[in-house]
């Protein structure tokens, strides 16, 4: 027993030995950094050498424990303190991002150099991220060259897919945005984004992260507006991000809009009210009206609880379209909103199932209650409609514009017998 009371602190000790010496070695980085400089001085300017340098390095020296070191070097030829300057402590190379040309090329080189570098070295992935994280956040620490070769470094690997957009984050840091360091970097950045990839590829990428909406952000609250945003970026040569911007609030107004009218009519409120709600936007954000009679129609069909039954539900959106149909006529002046008002209803009856008998009814009491016209329903049947169960849809129709062409023909037949 008394035994046992002793060797407890003995074992407790070792352990704690060991703890303690690996600690040690975790933040002592110095012979680390010796041998990753003595080599790319060895190397030189032949990135080849270095990306094979690095290769050979891996298998030896502990790239999991010093990640952040292994990628200051390379970035920066020294390990950086906080805010972006170099520790003077220790030896630097001279061969690094910072000391390189300042030139496309030579960034797409040493963008090959990381992608070799991360393929062989899987668990270097996240850490190569963060380091990326933040270095944008000592960009006050650098000279302007230094930030132009980081920012085309970054477009580049964001082009080639090697981190996420998710680092763009670093860039709504509260002093860079002050100083108009986050806009001037974020130019340079896109500039070599889209020198690799379109619009499109950009945009799916900020999408994925969800910095899509997040880009007015490198201003200041105080300019922090889509006029000033779309100037500063168009003058800058990048009238597509300019766009794309533009385009992302607009969608952002269009959804905050929607809501706001399903609210209104899930509160019962008078349809002149909505009406003149509606006006008010149409005014106050440009949109056309073609664009909202979309909108209207969406809040119109999400504002109720539809009924699982096929013949039931037919009824039932009759019903509830009778009601609303004063505010589907207000913003059908037009041949196109008509249209779309038509487009929108087909594509309604295709995706929901329950639908697809209930469009000629649909259409019938929208034309009785003048929000369709003729001329609209037979564009539509003859060559405007979408492929969406188009058979299907066409069919129901048949009946009903051969009955509106008759009346047609009659129309015109008795004007001229007038004549």
Known sequence: MSNQRQQKPTLTGQRFKTRKRDEKERFDPSQFQESIVQGLNQTGTDLEAVAKFLDASGAKLDYRRYAETLFDILVAGGMLAPGGTLSDDMTCTEFCLFKAQEDMETMQAYAQVFNKLI????????????????????????????????????????????????????????????????????????????????????????RKVGMDNRLM????????????????????????????????????????????????????????????????????????????IGLIWSSVMSSVEWNKKEELVTEQAIKHLKQYSPLLKAFTSQGFSELTLLLKIQEYCYDNIHFMKAFQKIVVLLYKADVLSEEAILKWYNEAHLAKGKSVFLEQMKKFVEWLKNAEEESESEEEDAD
């Open 119 to 206: 393929r062989r070295y899987k668990y270097l992935e996240k850490g190569f991220e963060e380091e990326i994280k933040k270095l944008l956040l000592f960009l006050k620490g650098f000279t302007e060259s230094e930030r132009n070769k980081l920012a085309m470094l970054t477009g580049i690997l964001l082009a080639n897919g090697n981190i996420s957009a998710s680092i763009l984050s670093s860039l709504f840091n509260e002093n860079l945005v002050k100083e108009g360091v986050s806009p001037c970097f974020a130019v340079k950045l896109f500039k070599s984004w889209l020198s690799e990839k379109d619009i499109n590829s950009v945009a799916a990428s900020l």
């Open 217 to 292: 952000e490198l201003f200041p609250a105080n300019k922090r507006s889509c006029e000033h945003f779309s100037k500063y970026f168009t003058d800058a040569g990048l009238k597509e991000i300019s766009d794309f911007a533009r385009n992302q609030q607009s969608i952002g107004a269009r959804k905050e809009l929607q809501k706001e009218l399903e609210d209104l009519m899930s509160r019962g409120e008078p349809l002149k009210d909505i009406i003149a709600y509606v006006r008010e936007e149409i005014k106050k954000n440009n949109i056309s009206e073609q664009t909202m």
